[in-house]
């Protein structure tokens, strides 16, 4: 999955990839947590290394349910899409999370 956006409360954009799109690039930095690894840009990095530490929880939608905050492809997309916002564009999004199932 590649996540592009734009970080406000940074003021600069974002890259976030995932899985088989996790390939190494230029700037890219990587995050590991229980095994998974994503590579995102320095400031998304940062911001995603505090979170993990300090707040690890993602909201799945607007209204919830708050989960752990995982870097599986669903929960780290919710956790950019209502937590640090921004989201412009996804390739390759996994399909609905059936954890917000008739919601």
């Known amino acids: 999955m590649v996540v592009t956006g734009y970080d406000d409360?940074?003021?600069?954009?974002y890259v976030l990839r995932t899985g088989a799109?996790?390939?190494p690039t230029p700037g890219a930095q990587t995050v590991s947590h229980d095994g998974v690894t994503v590579l995102a840009t320095p400031e998304l990095a940062a911001?995603?290394?505090d979170?993990?530490?300090?707040?690890?929880?993602a909201q799945l939608s607007w209204t919830g349910p708050e989960v752990a905050l995982t870097l599986d492809d669903?929960?780290?997309l919710a956790w950019l899409r209502f937590t640090v916002g921004g989201v412009?564009?996804?390739?390759?999004?996994?399909?609905?999370?059936p954890r917000v199932a008739g919601r």
Not at 9 to 13: A, E, L, S
Not at 51 to 57: D, E, F, N, Q, S
Not at 88 to 97: E, K, R, Y
């Open 74 to 76: 669903r929960t780290v």
């Open 88 to 97: 412009l564009t996804v390739s390759g999004a996994p399909g609905p999370d």
């Open 9 to 13: 409360r940074n003021g600069c954009g």
């Open 47 to 49: 911001t995603l290394r």
């Open 51 to 57: 979170a993990l530490t300090y707040r690890a929880v």
């Open 21 to 23: 799109d996790a390939t």
